[in-house]
């Protein structure tokens, strides 16, 4: 067995990982105590200052995030345990247990299985793959490492995606014996898809192919041609062998022909820090930090650009300007701030900002929108709800959304686009959503920080879907499901650009007209208000229209005459029939005595529509409702009241018969019926 004789101290609290118990063996420090008598005063040592330089040296050191990609068994797990063996970052006790783990649960045959190095998961291990995302941190002289190991099944789609947000490179492996395979070009769709700019195609298993050349140029060829429709501007291509470690830390001699970087070393000098945005500044206020009176600073981390003391800065909703009066840190005032740094501003005039809202520069500002495009991953094991309103998490601003519409989804292993009504788990596609509020953004691409989201279930709080937002959507091209031609030809004829099933699917209902009709006094009006009520708190999109309100403003010319009577109705059933059209329930009470009135008024409305339901109240028990009404007819100073001086025609089939006397029972009888139809709720 190799060893590993040179171990160095982890100091990064991101890692967040916990020490090892074992000792390290000739660890790679400084020297320890300084003259060989030590120091018995207790001043400070050259051995301490040379700690002190190590660690603030250490401190200095660049950050690289690190994704790994690739097909089931072509070997991520291998090589990421492979770059920590050979880089000696691993300690005794941990040498000792992969040395036993081999033995019992490997699958390297008689070499030691470094991926369990990675794989702790017991289902991992017996099945020798990769399920979770694992987290690995490692440093060398030159850089420190977060490497995040991800799953190969395209079941795990959303745990690749979980791992590639917040990395600045990824490693796609392919297995020189297979080539370029379907996980590979989805692996890459999706690295493209999250705005990684740095891919390293590392051919694994060179060894079995016997490290030729042609087989890794065929490959390249191949990964190149698929490459040039993403938008992955910087791709190396390295031929390895991690179980034997060529190409991994050191330049391998059985691969001559190849005249680049080892993959560790290619890590340690890429460059990435360019990638940052430093251009637009964006400070999404996470904290007011007021620990007395005399301070009021906003905390937050710079998710881009650049910001000075003295610099013009605009708060975002409000729009607001001020000027940034200092730059507070937990021990010191630099005179500017960068991404990814968490500071607290504070400003020379007092606004009122609070948590959600954005500082900015007033000549740079991100998109104000309500209505934007993205791409949409969808990771909740429910598949999605389109009636839904989710709670949209940006940045530290919350508020809700709603999915609008699908424009297409993608086939992540063949980029080929379908059209779909809801997203499925690990589906991805392109949606348009609207936010109750505005929200402050730039697209995905030129800024992954201001251009992220996630959406959250209301009811389980379960995260449902990750997006990256595209770009705005303007309200006129809310429609551009419609090509220009077919959007002026429906205009033009009047059509609505929304589908009955879009409705229907949003308020979960079908639009229905519920006529109640019986005599003056009869309880109808009663029925028809309790009603409304009872479905609005269902959640049921619902209007009510009753003589005396309809009477009041659209009839008011109108009086109680036969014909006037039948224009009232016909007026109020080309009302209910609008409605209808827009998928909402509308009921009607009016007295209505004449059917064949009643009749015209269902062919208008549609007869798949109109629901009558009859409130079967005697006429004494409506006389004594009403008695001053009907005292006026019976003398004469009222005409045409149904029931004493005209007739009233009881319907032939009603839908729904009511009784007054059970008026508390009434709205839930019809409710049922509403049910039994299928009106509401669909579902």
């Excluded at 062998?241 to 993959?263: F, R």
């Excluded at 990771?379 to 297409?408: G, L």
């Excluded at 077919?486 to 699917?505: F, P």
């Excluded at 509308?586 to 208008?604: G, T």
Aim: proline share 5%; hydrophobic share 35%; charged share 30%.
């Amino acid at each position: 067995m190799k060893k590993n004789n040179s171990i160095k101290p982890q100091h990064n609290n991101e890692a967040n990982l916990p020490p090892s118990r074992g000792d390290k063996r000739g660890a790679n420090l400084p020297p320890l105590g300084g003259n060989e008598g030590g120091s018995p005063t207790g001043n400070s040592t050259r051995g301490d200052m040379d700690i002190n330089a190590f660690l603030a040296q250490d401190e200095q050191k660049d950050l690289l995030r690190i994704l790994t990609a690739g097909s089931v068994d072509d070997g991520k797990s291998t090589l990421i345990g492979r770059l920590m063996f050979d880089s000696k970052m691993l300690y005794e006790d941990q040498l000792a247990s992969l040395e036993r783990d081999s033995k019992r649960v490997g699958h390297a045959g008689e070499d030691i299985d470094y991926a369990l190095l990675l794989d702790g998961l017991k289902a991992e291990r017996e099945q020798g793959i990769t399920i979770d995302v694992a987290y690995r941190y490692f440093s060398t002289n030159k850089r420190k490492f977060i490497i995040a190991d991800c799953p190969g099944h395209e079941q795990y789609t959303r745990n690749m995606v979980t791992g590639a947000s917040t990395a600045n490179l990824a490693v796609i492996l392919i297995d020189a014996t297979k080539g370029v395979i379907t996980q590979t070009r989805r692996h890459t769709y999706l690295v493209s898809l999250l705005g990684i700019k740095h891919v390293v195609l590392a051919v694994n298993k060179m060894d079995l192919v016997d490290y030729k050349q042609d087989v890794f140029n065929n490959i390249c060829n191949d990964y190149r041609s698929f490459v040039t429709q993403l938008n992955i501007p910087d791709v190396e291509f390295i031929p390895l062998s991690a179980l034997k470690g060529d190409n991994v830390v050191e330049v391998s001699e059985k691969m001559l022909w190849y005249h680049g970087k080892s993959m560790l070393e290619f890590l340690e000098t890429v460059h990435v820090s360019s990638d940052r945005n430093f251009e637009d500044f964006r400070y999404p206020v996470q904290y007011v930090n007021r620990p007395d009176r005399d301070f009021r600073g906003f905390a937050a981390r710079v998710a881009s650009g650049i910001v000075k003391k003295g610099d013009p800065v605009m708060v975002l909703p409000s729009k607001k300007t001020s000027k940034v009066k200092s730059i507070v840190t937990y021990d010191e005032e630099p005179e500017k701030a960068f991404p990814p740094q968490s500071v607290t501003l504070t400003l020379e005039d007092e606004i009122d900002i609070s948590r959600g809202e954005m500082i900015v520069h007033p000549d740079n500002l991100p998109h104000i929108e309500r209505h934007f495009e993205a791409m949409l991953v969808w990771m909740d094991e429910k598949p999605m709800d389109s009636k839904t309103q989710f709670y949209i998490k940006h940045n530290t601003n919350t508020t809700k959304a709603r999915i609008d519409y699908i424009r297409y989804k993608v086939d992540v292993n063949t980029l080929q686009k379908s059209e779909i009504d809801f997203f499925e788990l690990n589906e991805i596609g392109r949606v348009a959503l609207t936010t109750v509020k505005p929200i402050f953004f730039d697209p995905y691409e030129k800024n992954r920080n201001t251009g992220s989201f996630v959406l959250i279930d209301p009811v389980t709080h379960n995260t449902c879907a990750v997006g990256m937002i595209i770009d705005k959507l303007d309200r006129k091209n809310l429609t551009t499901k419609y090509s220009p031609s077919e959007l002026r030809e429906k205009i033009d004829k009047g059509q609505c650009l929304i589908s009955a099933d879009e409705r229907q699917k949003r308020f979960n209902q079908k639009g229905a007209t519920l006529w109640i009709t019986g005599l003056h006094g009869s309880g109808k009006n009663e029925l028809a208000y309790t009603l409304e009520k009872e479905l609005f708190d269902l959640g049921a999109n619902v209007v009510l229209l009753d003589g005396s309100t309809v009477r009041s403003g659209l009839s008011r010319e109108l009086d109680f005459s036969p014909a006037d009577r039948a224009e009232h109705l016909r007026r109020v059933a080309h009302i209910a029939r609008i409605l209808n059209d827009q998928e909402i329930i509308v009921i009607c009470s009016f007295v209505s005595p004449d059917e064949n009135i009643r009749e015209q008024v269902a062919d208008i409305v549609g007869r798949d529509r109109f629901n009558t339901i009859y409130m079967d109240a005697t006429l004494e028990f409506s006389m004594k409702n009403k008695p001053q009404l009907y005292k006026l007819a019976m003398e004469g100073k009222i005409d045409d009241l149904p029931g004493i001086n005209s007739t009233y025609d009881e319907p032939h089939n009603p839908d729904v018969v009511c009784n007054p006397d059970e008026n508390g029972d009434n709205p839930s009888k019809i409710i049922e019926y509403l049910n039994l139809k299928k009106i509401f709720p669909l579902s």
